[in-house]
């Protein structure tokens, strides 16, 4: 069974920076491609950013771009988002989703994770 | 980047009933990258249509996805009680991934 679990989020000040967590399983983590998806309160989905297979080539969201950044731990099984100089308009709920390429669909999707940027 | 337009924001049905939500691109785009989600309160999306019209596993055939070009619709045909949710299209195209901004389906 495919599953996604995400964590790290909380509640940081503007400028600050999070690390988030998707510790993935049930499938070849190695091959697969993974996004961050995320939602702020009341609002709709927004894509963010997503790591790409083996080859590992990343891409970004422009209101992320130069902002965040994605790593990943293939003996963990984990994808990481780094956020850094966080705003408030990046409160929102943080959802890492199994990208089925080549059509590109989320298939699969974890829980999310809530952060919330204020002072 | 291409703009997922979708309407109408509030579609107010009975059960029982047919519901026709579309969405609309800024610019063609391949049926084969155009997928349609589920999201009730407090869930994570699910995945209900990929490739404009293939069901995904386990999806009952009361939702059927069609169109082409800049124009795609996803149809539940008789609502049922669960089926009350927003929808939301999505793409995939230039290397991003962008979203309509969603359908609310309320009871009427």
């Known amino acids: 069974e495919v599953q996604l679990l995400e964590s790290g989020g909380g509640l940081v000040q503007p400028g600050g920076s999070l690390r988030l967590s998707c510790e993935a399983s049930?499938?070849?983590?190695?091959?697969?491609?993974l996004a961050w998806v995320r939602q702020a309160p009341g609002k709709g989905l927004e894509w963010i950013a997503t790591?790409?297979?083996?080859?590992?080539?990343?891409f970004y969201a422009e209101s992320v771009k130069g902002r965040f950044s994605l790593s990943r731990d293939t003996s963990k099984n984990t994808l990481y988002l780094q956020m850094n100089s966080l705003r408030a308009e990046d409160s929102a709920i943080y959802f890492c989703?199994?990208?089925?390429?080549?059509?590109?669909?989320?298939?699969?999707w974890g829980q999310g994770t809530r952060v919330t940027v204020s002072s | 980047e291409i703009v997922l337009a979708q309407s109408p924001g509030t579609l107010s049905v009975s059960p029982g009933e047919r519901a026709t939500l579309s969405c609309r691109a800024s610019?063609?785009?391949?049926?084969?990258?155009l997928a349609w989600y589920q999201q009730k309160p407090g869930q994570a999306p699910r995945l209900l249509v990929y490739?404009?019209?293939t069901r995904a596993t386990g999806i009952p055939d009361r939702f059927s996805g069609s169109g082409s070009g800049t124009d795609f619709t996803l149809t539940i045909s008789r609502l049922e009680p669960e089926d009350f949710a927003v929808y939301y299209c999505?793409?995939?195209?230039?290397?991003?991934?962008?979203f309509g901004q969603g359908t609310k389906v309320e009871i009427k």
């Open positions: 989703a199994n990208s089925n390429p080549p059509l590109n669909y989320f298939d699969y």
């Open positions: 049930g499938f070849s983590f190695r091959d697969s491609v």
């Open positions: 790591f790409g297979g083996y080859g590992g080539s990343t």
């Open positions: 610019q063609s785009l391949s049926s084969s990258f």
């Open positions: 490739s404009t019209s």
């Open positions: 999505q793409q995939y195209g230039g290397l991003s991934w962008t």
